[in-house]
């Protein structure tokens, strides 16, 4: 019955297909062939003309590979979120690594450029793929991105400045979870992502462990707080950790669901290894993320992850006194400490303090350090502190763009959450995308939340931000794949007679 209606409905909302007869269109049939080549060639002329009377010659490179990086992106668009974690985590803090034009392909472009070749593939039917309507979550977006740049026209002393980093920030986000809703990944799409997570994983945890054990044999870019703190190649323990449990999460459901004891073992192992790379993070926040994750996980699969857990520990008992001596330490001192806690109490304070100041509009976007010193203040017998971030994301959003941004950067998330309610029991028992597979993302959405409210992800941490807006969209994409027509009709008591 499910799958009859939803068939009717992408029928009903299929915007390129043919029609009844199944005949070209005078567009497809006369324009693509013949014309569309001829003005690419003049454009990529023209562009390439420009650069060479500029001796821009680096940028010849990219207009190079429009054409094949289009064809690739146009047959399979999947490919540019796959690239997208295999390079951009080691020029995320570090653009001088790979150069600011390896910075600029790598975010600022790539993921753009897919969403705009996915989206005008399906207008010329280049590429017939099934069709996806955005709906509620996704306008709510845009009134975000909206709200944003009138905040920033109005009340940014420099402007231009604050939409490069509005776009790198959120903007570039966004057009991750949008592209990933119009390709719908299907199981063998994410079987395919696993090999990106497991490289990926793999090679964070080496990092972070040499630098925890052999700081001087890392870059000093990717030691974090004095080499103290594991942080990867991303400068931020936070970042660090839940972007490794959510690859980990890739590696855990196919062991669950997969056929192969070798590469099970395998992906369970690394599994145990990413969290005791979240314990060298030595981030409060990332520990409670992870331990919130691991306590949901036992739930799905209880003898896996207690087992895992056993394990685990022992291993961290045993190894605690003699090679982890020093990290156990460090990892009790950190838990008993009262410093860092107190500036987050006078940071919270102070930013609360700007919020009710402007509780609409905010401070204006990116303006958080101009007015912070305004409202420091004493918290009890806690001196003022010399910080210059709340510590919490949310309430640095509040400060700086008001209340409604923080509404409307939580109405996406509720959405897609009241709708996995609806579908889950529709969700098949087996595969990649079964119903633990949504639950699975639904415990990275809370692990992500956890650390944010530790840390100024959106101001900071655009990699961070980007991996969150990924897992909405593989939920976005499950769950409209499995949505009834009367799922998205207005609630009852809205309707008026």
């Known amino acids: 019955m499910v799958s009859s209606r939803l068939a009717l409905l992408r029928k009903r909302t299929l915007p390129w297909g043919t029609g009844a007869t199944g005949t070209q269109s005078f567009w497809e049939a006369h324009?693509?062939?013949?014309?569309?080549?001829?003005?690419?060639?003049?454009?990529?002329?023209?562009?390439?003309?420009?650069?060479?009377?500029?001796?821009?010659?680096?940028?010849?490179?990219?207009?190079?590979?429009?054409?094949?990086?289009?064809?690739?992106?146009?047959?399979?668009?999947?490919?540019?979120?796959?690239?997208?974690?295999?390079?951009?985590?080691?020029?995320?803090?570090?653009p001088e690594f790979g150069g600011r034009v390896m910075y600029n392909?790598?975010?600022?472009?790539?993921?753009?450029?897919?969403?705009?070749?996915?989206?005008?593939?399906?207008?010329?039917?280049?590429?017939?793929?099934?069709?996806?309507?955005?709906?509620?979550?996704?306008?709510?977006?845009?009134?975000?991105?909206?709200?944003?740049?009138?905040?920033i026209i109005?009340?940014?002393?420099?402007?231009?400045?604050?939409?490069?980093?509005?776009?790198?920030?959120?903007?570039?986000?966004?057009?991750?979870?949008?592209?990933?809703?119009?390709?719908?990944?299907?199981?063998?799409?994410?079987?395919?992502?696993?090999?990106?997570?497991?490289i990926t994983v793999i090679i964070q945890c080496i990092i972070g462990l040499i630098s925890t054990f052999s700081p001087q044999s890392v870059p000093h870019q990717w030691l974090g707080e004095a080499g103290e703190r594991t942080t990867?190649?991303?400068?931020?323990?936070?970042?660090?950790?839940?972007?490794?449990?959510?690859?980990?999460?890739?590696?855990?459901?196919?062991?669950?669901?997969?056929?192969s004891r070798?590469?099970?073992?395998?992906?369970?192992?690394?599994?145990?290894?990413?969290?005791?790379?979240?314990?060298?993070?030595?981030?409060?926040?990332?520990?409670?993320?992870?331990?919130?994750?691991?306590?949901?996980?036992?739930?799905?699969?209880p003898k896996t992850i207690i087992r895992l857990a056993a394990v685990g520990l022992s291993a961290m008992i045993i190894l605690g006194s003699t090679i982890f001596a020093d990290q156990l330490a460090f990892a009790w001192e950190r838990?008993?400490?009262?410093q860092t806690v107190e500036g987050r109490v006078l940071g919270g304070a102070k930013s609360i303090q700007m919020i009710e100041r402007k509780p609409f509009f905010g401070w204006g976007y990116d303006t958080y350090d101009?007015?912070?010193?305004?409202?420091?203040t004493r918290v009890a017998n806690l001196a003022t502190d010399q910080q210059k971030t709340s510590h919490n994301t949310f309430l640095t959003l509040m400060a700086e763009q008001g209340v409604p941004a923080l509404v409307l950067y939580f109405l996406p998330i509720i959405w897609w959450l009241m709708l996995s309610r609806k579908v889950w029991r529709r969700l098949p028992e087996r595969g990649f995308q079964n119903w633990c597979w949504l639950v699975m993302l639904w415990f990275l959405i809370v692990d992500h939340l956890t650390v944010s409210s530790f840390m100024d992800m959106l101001r900071f941490n655009l990699f961070g931000t980007t991996v969150f807006w990924v897992a909405?969209?593989?939920?976005?994409?499950?769950?409209?794949?499995?949505?009834?027509?009367?799922?998205?009709?207005?609630p009852k008591w809205l309707i008026t007679r």
């Open 105 to 151: 392909l790598l975010h600022r472009a790539i993921i753009p450029s897919a969403l705009v070749i996915v989206i005008l593939s399906g207008w010329l039917r280049i590429q017939k793929r099934e069709p996806v309507r955005f709906g509620r979550a996704e306008l709510v977006m845009l009134c975000l991105l909206g709200w944003g740049l009138a905040n």
């Open 154 to 198: 109005l009340q940014s002393p420099d402007p231009s400045h604050s939409i490069i980093r509005f776009y790198d920030r959120l903007f570039v986000p966004f057009c991750m979870y949008w592209l990933i809703r119009l390709i719908t990944p299907t199981d063998r799409d994410l079987r395919r992502f696993l090999v990106v997570a497991f």
């Open 370 to 376: 101009l007015y912070d010193e305004q409202f420091k």
């Open 232 to 259: 990867g190649t991303f400068g931020n323990p936070a970042v660090y950790s839940s972007t490794l449990i959510f690859l980990a999460l890739f590696l855990l459901q196919y062991c669950m669901q997969g056929r």
């Open 262 to 301: 070798k590469i099970g073992t395998l992906f369970i192992l690394t599994f145990g290894l990413v969290y005791l790379c979240v314990f060298f993070s030595f981030s409060r926040g990332s520990w409670l993320g992870g331990v919130l994750v691991l306590i949901g996980l036992v739930f799905l699969y």
């Open 31 to 94: 324009f693509l062939p013949q014309w569309l080549p001829i003005f690419l060639g003049l454009i990529l002329g023209a562009a390439s003309a420009f650069v060479i009377s500029k001796q821009a010659w680096v940028f010849l490179i990219p207009l190079a590979l429009i054409v094949p990086v289009s064809i690739v992106f146009i047959r399979y668009p999947f490919v540019a979120p796959m690239i997208w974690m295999l390079g951009f985590p080691y020029i995320v803090r570090t």
């Open 472 to 490: 909405l969209g593989l939920i976005a994409s499950l769950v409209y794949s499995h949505l009834d027509p009367g799922d998205l009709a207005l």
């Open 335 to 338: 838990l008993n400490t009262v």
